[in-house]
């Protein structure tokens, strides 16, 4: 009976690792590639001839007309962070209001927010662009903060869910103290939702500093000093550039995989809380 049972976990861990080296071969090959001695991608061996760091003294001191990493890491920073402020702001307000509050019209509201999550992003790209051209905010980081943080609010139903499970007798008990609905919200809330608030900001980070579709629209200006990140280190693996600076594109999503690496450790147990909280309605 004990080696019947223990079949089936042999092969589950068994297919775990499988699964875990297909996902972390092309990690590894990206990390040793970005401390070889090529220039350009090493197919011959696995691991390279030899380990040297002048891929990212070059990166982290390009300045020219096809590699300027350290102007592309401010501007995806600057969008990253004013994004994550206002996109939390947003979505925790929304939630908020959704859970605690009853107003006419919030479930038509609810339901339409809901309805326009079923709609892909990408449709309504050409109206986004044009929108912004006509404003005069393209290739700005202010036009990307607006589009990122713009529709942020419709996003409110995880943190709704955990705001559910939040016990109404605190409220009520703070509104019989003299309390107003922003120390309510501030004081009380906020702090007994810590996992959501976390979860929030990460996944509003997350998202400006990894896309490549909407920075690739809205900054086509062309200009190096102009890129973001993703749009950055694509443009080191084009065709012209490829055997040049494939190395130093990969120096640079090691560089880039960093914060956010050490951010969702640091973070991870309130990341989990959040995402399990706001799955079920209490």
Known sequence: MKRRALLPGILHHGLLLILAALWLTPILWLVLTSFGVDEGPNLRTFFPQ????????????????????????????????????????????????????????????????????????????????????????TNTLAGLVIVYSGGAAVDYLIAKGFFDTVSRSLREAAWLEGANEWIVFRRIILPLARPIVVYTVISSFLYPWMDFVYASIIMSSGIAMDKTVALGLFSLVDKVNRNRYFAQFCAGGVIVSMPISVLFIIMQKFYVEGITGGSVKG
């Open 50 to 137: 030899a380990l040297t760091l002048r891929h990212y003294r070059e990166l982290l001191s390009s300045s020219g007309s096809v590699s300027s990493f350290p102007a592309w890491f401010t501007n995806t920073l600057i969008v990253a962070v004013f994004t994550c402020l206002l996109s939390t702001v947003s979505v925790l307000s929304t939630a908020y209001a959704m859970s605690f509050l009853r107003f006419r019209g919030r479930k038509v509201l609810m339901k339409a927010a809901v309805l326009l999550n079923l709609f892909p992003g990408f449709l309504g790209m050409i109206a986004v662009y044009f929108i912004l051209r006509e404003a005069g905010l």
